[in-house]
Nanobody, 126 residues
């Protein structure tokens, strides 16, 4: 099973930017989809963005479209989430996840992923 470790979270003012990283180890991610989810206080874990490792097909939650960019570094086995124009409602613990590529719609659900990182806190102040 792949191990995933997130980094890059922190405290930022509204309108600022952060880049999260997720380093994968243990196996290749070829043939897998990788994604970012977030969980705010008292909320369920919610989809943010996903990308297929080989084809680079991306999908985003409506709330982050045009502000967040998901990308990969194949050589380093790293997944990124560039977050721009951050808002206080983006405050959450952000998790990366990986799972076998399935139907595109399912990639926005937690059930599509079987490996998860420990999460990194992102706090956006107003």
């Amino acid at each position: 099973q792949v191990q995933l470790v997130e980094s890059g979270g922190g405290l930022v003012q509204a309108g600022g930017s952060l880049r999260l990283s997720c380093t994968a180890s243990g196996r290749t991610l070829s043939g897998y989809a990788v994604g970012w989810f977030r969980q705010g206080p008292g909320q369920e874990r919610a989809f943010v963005a996903a990308i297929t490792w080989n084809g680079g097909f991306t999908s985003y939650a409506e709330s982050v479209k045009g502000r967040f960019i998901i990308s990969t570094d194949y050589a380093k086995n790293i997944l990124y989430l560039q977050m721009n124009s951050l808002k206080p409602e983006d405050t959450a613990v952000y998790y990366c996840a990986s799972g076998v590529i399935g139907p595109a719609q399912k990639r926005q659900t937690t059930s599509a992923y079987d490996s998860w990182g420990q999460g990194t806190q992102v706090t956006v102040s107003s």
